[in-house]
């Protein structure tokens, strides 16, 4: 089965600095999607991107967080001057085109853990 | 505002036992509900959707609007079952946002 590939496993910043996760969602998808986990709390989601465009956030993609789909194969999550409550599990995931329907099976990435010290 | 709710933490069975892990909603609207399953070191994968109400890996999960709950439930727990376990909400025609509940982590002894 295809997957969606998140790198880097592991990515530890200093306060303040900018990171960048990327993700190559499946080759076919064209909904794309950043949830995050804090250590012991839910999964959360953050953005959803469909047509070179976010077609929703939720409050925790405020505006150090962006998105982008620089070469048609990656996607990418920035956040900038990151906090230390940013640290977390971030996954990437994508779905089937033209869906967006009851049976839509979200793919998600391994995650790539953010330490923010 | 929509919510799920897993109330257990953590649910330890014997190998063979029943399992129900159990997760409630809260949403006004028509929802789909589905269950995500994480192994040790994987990622999240789709385990069931409501709306196809089918049987994975002898899991079975009942949609019940009057007690808004969608309960994942197996007769005879197996070791490989161990996992952790997330309940999902999406609202109707809402795409991938999914609103995930705490997660259950099902550990199954031998």
């Known amino acids: 089965e295809p997957e969606v590939t998140q790198t880097p496993s592991h990515q530890v910043t200093q306060m303040g600095q900018e990171v960048i996760l990327r993700c190559v969602p499946i080759?076919?998808?064209?909904?794309f999607y950043w949830y995050r986990q804090i250590l012991g709390q839910k999964v959360e989601f953050l953005v959803s991107?469909?047509?070179?465009?976010?077609?929703?956030k939720s409050e925790i993609f405020d505006d150090r967080f962006s998105v982008e789909r620089p070469d048609g194969s990656n996607f990418t999550l920035k956040i900038r001057s990151t906090k230390l409550e940013d640290s977390a599990m971030y996954f990437c995931?994508?779905?089937?085109?033209?869906?967006?329907?009851?049976?839509?099976?979200?793919?998600f990435g391994s995650g790539t853990q953010l330490s923010v010290l | 505002a929509q919510r799920v709710t897993q109330p257990e933490k953590l649910l330890s069975v014997f190998k063979g036992a029943p399992v129900e892990l159990k997760c409630n909603y809260s949403?006004?609207?028509?929802?789909?509900l589905f269950w995500y399953v994480q192994y040790s070191r994987q990622r999240l994968q789709l385990l069931l959707r409501?709306?196809s109400r089918e049987s994975i890996k002898g899991f079975t999960a009942d949609l019940n609007k009057g007690e808004t709950s969608f309960h994942l439930k197996k007769p005879f727990a197996q070791e490989e079952d161990s996992a952790m376990y997330y309940c999902?909400?999406?609202?109707?025609?809402?795409?991938?946002?999914?609103?995930f509940g705490q997660g259950t982590e099902l550990s199954v002894k031998p």
């Open positions: 995931a994508s779905t089937s085109p033209g869906q967006g329907a009851v049976n839509e099976k979200l793919f």
């Open positions: 080759s076919n998808h064209l909904y």
């Open positions: 991107f469909y047509n070179n465009e976010i077609s929703e």
């Open positions: 949403y006004s609207g028509s929802p789909e």
């Open positions: 409501h709306i």
């Open positions: 999902a909400l999406r609202r109707h025609n809402q795409g991938g946002k999914l609103i």
